[in-house]
């Protein structure tokens, strides 16, 4: 990305390298083709430290957005699920978690639940409540504990092996 005075103005074709640094072209407001530096998102981060590295960078997400998606929760599965663990482990679209076992993410096709329905019971556990923030989990504990209320008493948690 170009430093923030150049932001606006359109770019033309890619970044290049030039003297061991990397530069790319952008069209002034008169027209006139000018060569930029274009700094990787580490060189971005240094020069503007204020910014939120999520809004830069296209690879960085928050782990509330890598756990549940867009939605901001996910499908906890309760049920005998160590019977259908071969099942489990080569749905893509199930994973494991320590704090609350099984569970599917929010943005999960609904096909999918309904195939799970058939040996489990999803609950719908929201991120804030069992975080404290977009980034960091409550203490295990007291996720578990939450798992097993939602859950009906029934502990959620499954040994995974």
């Keep these: 990305m170009v430093a923030r005075t150049f932001q606006n103005l359109p770019q033309v074709g890619e970044p290049f390298e030039s003297g061991g640094k990397m530069y790319v ?22 020069m503007y430290p204020e910014t939120n590295r999520a809004d830069i960078d296209e690879y960085y997400k928050s782990m509330k957005y890598t756990i549940c998606g867009v939605g901001g929760y996910v499908w906890v599965l309760e049920g005998d699920l160590n019977s259908y663990l071969d099942i489990l482990e080569m749905n893509s679209n199930t994973r494991y978690h320590t704090h609350f076992g099984w569970y599917v993410r929010s943005d999960v096709e609904d096909y999918v639940l309904d195939a799970l329905k058939e040996f489990c019971t999803p609950h719908k556990l929201y991120w804030d409540e069992v975080a404290e923030d977009e980034n ?26």
């Design 136 to 161: 960091n989990l409550k203490d295990k504990k007291v996720v578990q504990a939450y798992v097993t209320k939602l859950c009906g008493g029934r502990p959620a948690i499954e040994k995974r092996f």
């Design 25 to 46: 072209n952008v069209q002034s407001k008169n027209g006139n083709l000018r060569r930029v530096r274009w700094y990787e998102v580490d060189e971005y981060m240094k």
